[in-house]
């Protein structure tokens, strides 16, 4: 039997990191902090030192006052077999029960004053103190020196050694976020040939529903088109982007169920100026009602104009994607927008922000970190929120990213995180075909190698991988019980380790065969206008999801809250589409210039299911987990 243990317990090579080892030296009184450094800061990497003089703002984060009691009831209410089973805490009675004191916040933020920092917020579960100063002020009272690095091709500050506290507060610690830049190595998980922030046209022929044009529409050739090595033609052009009507068709959802009553949070950074406009017009092209949304800034989050190493204008299209997904999945259900506005480091507080202001029973998040390249005192607050949100019935979705096993963006196989938190559930991607009728004519797991057409000899040219659904197994956590006997073994052989494995469920989200969503963008010229274009990514396929489980909320009539072990405990159901490997291919035309034919066209060939180490297998696999919902999904769980 494959051990499993909680996450209090996680892996024992970071055991140790985010404890506190008093100070030899009695007279300092302090204590250091372990697991705030990230790997990457090392000697090797190393850069120069850091300006003393550049601000630096960062949270203190206290833990909550019984760990283990916390993590036991998050585990008991979301488990389908517990007595508790459903019983959630208001975020008032999780305040009381588990937040740390006031006189613990107030012990540190009388301290973060004494060394000089402007204290700038507590929220209300106590869970971290921030605050701002310089490099040098943090060097001071940390103990510690600061240094520039070299990492995945950024140069980031981060402490050189482990820093401490004082002895008086540094026991109810659990980590220190914003020292290091670490945050910067965010990443959306959306994938699209062109940024979203500049325009992006889909170039014709291309296909309202599957194979409705194939490559005899292509005209025009200079040479005839020959078939690609292990492909016969003609070949489907891609289609132009699903509308929602098709989606809820192929996932088998009731007209009936609408959302009515629920709400969705996305989280985001920053937030685009044209959202309710441009869900306005797309609702209307698409023959639907639209909603009014709620965007809101966290407070205590720190602002930073535009700047190329954030590009907040880069995340409009990210916010216009799981907005657009949500409503098109349950449109009366009632979205709040949360925007981080500093990628930074403001995304923690913007997650606590909604758990703990129980903003709405089902939030999507479109992001995620290359695990090893975090410090663990990164990683346990925001796991502390994760439990916390589970505790009062909130199910956190994840995206798992579409790097495949990361393994040629970080060189080594990982998978993401927060999707691999045991506490949230991480949405794979699918390539999709959308028959005339709304039906499933292909589905099957995303990875992507591209060709690039050469026009004069009519033959393709390989590229090689280009991108696809992430996953595979967790080197930070070990398997959580609700995966016992779920994950082959084959799974974990491949990946060298056994653990948490994602994603757990999956939905459609190559951008091949994507999603259509419409955005104000700007044009040559400076012309800004609303155009819609295809997009796509395991992005896509989280906010789906969770519109999904909107619909789930309402027919059930209560929170699913966390679901991951109602899932699994319905994996033979039939509440799920067994997602199996099948060859397919599009054939998609670009522009050159991303918006129009004027600098001629692109032809690329995109296959399906061709990944890195992640397989698509019978059963649960590591590219689409548990599968796709199917017409039995909603009414499944709401037993």
Request: charged content about 10%.
């Amino acid at each position: 039997m494959r051990s499993r243990t909680s996450i209090l317990g996680i892996v024992a090579s970071i055991a140790l990191l985010g404890s506190v080892i008093p100070a030899l030296a009695a007279p300092s009184a302090r204590a250091t902090l372990a697991g705030n450094v990230p790997p990457w800061a090392k000697s090797a990497n190393f850069k120069a030192a850091a300006n003393p003089s550049d601000s630096i703002g960062f949270r203190i984060y206290l833990g909550w006052t019984d760990p283990a009691a916390v993590e036991a009831l998050a585990k008991a209410v979301s488990d389908p077999g517990s007595a508790s089973y459903g019983q959630y805490l208001t975020p008032q009675q999780f305040r009381q029960q588990f937040a740390p004191s006031q006189s613990q916040v107030n012990a540190v933020q009388s301290w973060l004053r004494s060394q000089g920092f402007r204290v700038d917020y507590t929220p209300l579960n106590n869970h971290y103190v921030a605050a701002e100063g310089s490099v040098a002020q943090a060097a001071s009272a940390f103990g510690t020196t600061f240094g520039t690095y070299s990492v995945a091709g950024q140069t980031l500050r981060s402490p050189s050694s482990d820093v401490s506290l004082p002895t008086s507060i540094a026991g109810f610690v659990s980590g220190v976020v914003g020292l290091d830049e670490s945050a910067a190595l965010v990443h959306t998980n959306i994938a699209l040939d062109a940024p979203p922030s500049a325009a992006f046209v889909n170039a014709p022929p291309c296909s309202t529903y599957w194979n409705e044009k194939n490559t005899t529409s292509l005209t025009g050739l200079p040479a005839p088109l020959q078939a690609p090595a292990g492909y016969t033609l003609p070949l489907p052009m891609a289609p132009c982007g699903y509308v929602p009507s098709q989606i809820r068709g192929v996932y088998g959802v009731a007209d009936s169920l609408q959302g009515n009553g629920q709400t969705v949070a996305i989280i985001d950074a920053y937030a685009s100026p044209t959202i309710q406009q441009d869900l306005d017009q797309w609702s209307a092209n698409r023959g639907m009602g639209s909603t009014n949304i709620t965007q809101v800034v966290a407070p205590g989050t720190m602002n930073r104009p535009e700047n190329k190493k954030q590009d907040p204008q880069g995340w409009y299209g990210e916010e216009t994607l799981d907005v657009e997904a949500v409503h098109g999945m349950a449109p009366n259900a009632h979205i709040v927008y949360v925007g981080a506005p500093n990628n930074y480091q403001d995304l923690d507080a913007a997650m606590n922000h909604v758990v703990d202001r129980h903003l709405a029973s089902i939030v999507t998040n479109s992001y995620g970190f290359p695990t090893e390249l975090l410090p663990f005192g990164f990683i346990k607050p925001q796991e502390d929120t994760l439990l916390q949100g589970a505790i009062e019935g909130i199910g956190i979705y994840f995206s798992s990213g579409d790097n495949s096993d990361e393994s040629m963006s970080v060189g080594y196989r990982t998978a993401d995180w927060p999707a691999s938190s045991p506490f949230v559930t991480a949405v794979g991607g699918t390539s999709l075909g959308v028959g005339q009728s709304n039906n499933r004519v292909i589905e099957t797991g995303w990875g992507t190698h591209t060709s690039s057409l050469n026009t004069t000899t009519g033959a393709w040219v390989d590229h090689g991988w280009l991108y696809g659904s992430g996953g595979g197994v967790s080197r930070l956590f070990a398997e959580p019980s609700y995966q016992a006997n779920a994950v082959p073994g084959s799974v974990f052989a491949a990946q060298g380790r056994t653990g948490r494995a994602i994603p757990d469920i999956a939905a459609f989200g190559d951008p091949n065969t994507g999603y259509l969503i419409g955005q104000t963008q700007t044009f040559p010229g400076g012309v800004v206008k609303y155009s819609e274009y295809r997009i796509g990514g395991t992005s896509l396929s989280s906010p789906i999801m969770a519109g999904i489980m909107a619909l789930a909320d309402q027919a059930k009539g209560s929170a699913h809250g966390f679901a991951n072990p109602a899932f699994y405990a319905n994996a033979t159901s039939g509440a799920f589409y067994d997602v199996l490997h099948q060859a397919g291919a599009v054939v998609r035309v670009n522009y050159v210039n991303s918006v129009d034919a004027s600098n001629g066209l692109a032809y690329r060939l995109r296959t399906f299911d061709q990944g890195l180490s992640l397989k698509t297998t019978p059963g649960w696999d590591d590219i689409t987990g548990l599968g796709t919902p199917t017409s039995a999904f909603i009414g499944a769980l709401s037993h």
